[in-house]
């Protein structure tokens, strides 16, 4: 465990920076894409800034949150990897954020920096980051997917090189649908329990992985808004975002840990799609873009 | 615990004579309404017939399902009262239902009655009954709620006078969205681990609720599938019916089951609505049907 005290007050600082770039960056597509905010405040203290997007421009619906949650016991969704904190005080501060373009071509995208702080009271707190980002197309394109993920390991860089495959082994691991037995995307990086070698290292490779997600994700955006489509393909969209749904309320740790810690629902669910479908056994055409997306990306892969 | 082998065998045939019954009244609605079968087997034993219908017609979604599967440990959703049953082998047979009618005047309707059994091979296994139905409106009358509670109780009848009081509360208590603070629906019945006084007793009561099912629904169906309404009213069902993905997704016992027992997937999830949506923040107009439904209707009540 490290011996430096974790300057909360610095990661604060950063993560709200980082939701104002975010949607800033994210209103420079489409005119019409503008962020409303709430602010709200926590029972057991602490608060945040939720900043969502529904309307009729590129973005279908988004959300970028800032929280900073506090608690007296810490539910059991965040120490499963850590029992011996259970029922410990603690912090939660980080930006989430999931973004539902309306144009099929265009990747849903999602991105979370976190720290996490137990037992403050304490001589010896406990803290350690989490976050990463990922992709979850509707149609296959290979240059996006090998973009998305040469930016994941420019992010990992202030890490060392092992970092890159480790976290992009452990968001597959992670955003896997067990009981479709499919991959929820094409993945991108995910990491959890980081504190070594110290806070300031760990603190800078959290920045790095929240400063990467704009440039991971605005190329592609751009590229594939504006791409024609018909009911096809946005059936295909409605559909496959059931799959997000599922994955989001069955499996996700993130959303568990909001909903146990009677977090704010309605910014843990902003996450959820604005339309989704299902249907029944639905299977698509073989040889289709739609039966590639499956085949061909929704698998682990190396894409570098 | 009671002292007489359970009869699977009856049973079994019970619930699949149910299953036809209740699919031929369900498409004696409109020419269009018909099922399609699919028969699967499992992987550790048992399998099902599910009868699934998506059309044109007054049901938009609706699955009627009988399964009876087997294994060799029961799973962790199912053994929540009965801890010591953990690990052992079981069997479970069930017919289990959700109609989505496509006019948003009629409610989603769901039922489920079933039979689980561990420990076969031993000499004294361990069975009990569950089961029960419950109502989903998206704009409330009052005649539907009191209609549906009447049948509910004319369905305990043979469990005696405080059976409905009893299972009316315990489906209150569980279809209760703790994240939302809500109620799913107006309620209806639910009943599980019943084994009381006998075998012969608890099987009757489970065919009773069974066969109310129809009585229950049909007349509802039929008074308000012709009812007219436009975009405000199908926007209302879409996103009331994002809160029923919640429930069956982050709540539901039986899906959890379902899903942690390695079930059939796309039977389990074919609860699931055709169309979902979820907005940011939603409230109903002071004053409009929408609000009333919640504040009239979503709420514990007693309807007789």
């Not at 309307?55 to 850590?82: C, W, Y």
């Not at 144009?103 to 350690?128: C, F, I, K, Q």
Request: with cysteine.
């Amino acid at each position: 465990m490290a011996n430096k005290a974790p300057d909360i007050a610095a990661v604060k600082d950063y993560l709200m920076d980082l939701q104002d770039r975010i949607c800033l960056g994210l209103e420079g597509i489409a005119e019409s894409d503008r962020f409303e905010e709430d602010t709200w405040s926590h029972d057991s203290g602490g608060g945040g800034r939720t900043r969502v997007l529904a309307g009729d421009g590129v973005i279908e619906k988004g959300g970028v949150n800032f929280s900073h949650v506090m608690g007296d016991k810490l539910p059991a969704a965040a120490t499963q990897m850590r029992p011996e904190l259970a029922g410990k005080s603690f912090q939660a501060m980080g930006v989430s954020l999931v973004i539902h373009p309306r144009n099929p071509y265009v990747p849903t995208s999602h991105a979370n920096v976190r720290l996490l702080v137990a037992g403050m009271e304490t001589e010896d707190p406990v803290w350690w980051f989490g976050g990463g980002f990922d992709m979850t197309p509707y149609y296959g394109f290979e240059e996006d997917a090998r973009h998305w993920h040469k930016t994941a390991v420019a992010a990992c860089r202030p890490l060392g090189e092992d970092a890159y495959p480790r976290y992009k082994k452990w968001c597959d691991d992670y955003f896997f649908l067990k009981h479709r037995n499919e991959q929820r995307g094409i993945g991108g990086i995910f990491f959890d329990d980081l504190n070594e070698p110290d806070f300031d290292t760990s603190f800078a490779f959290m920045q790095s992985v929240g400063d990467h997600y704009l440039p991971a994700f605005l190329p592609i955006l751009k590229r594939r808004q504006g791409l024609k489509h018909g009911k096809v393909e946005r059936d295909w969209q409605l559909y496959r975002r059931g799959r997000y749904v599922e994955f989001n309320l069955v499996i996700d740790r993130g959303t568990l840990f909001g909903l146990q810690s009677g977090g704010r629902t309605e910014s843990i669910l902003m996450s959820l799609p604005p339309l989704a479908s299902w249907k029944y056994c639905f299977t698509p055409e073989p040889g289709s873009e739609e039966e590639r997306l499956l085949s061909e990306f929704l698998v682990v892969r190396e894409w570098l």
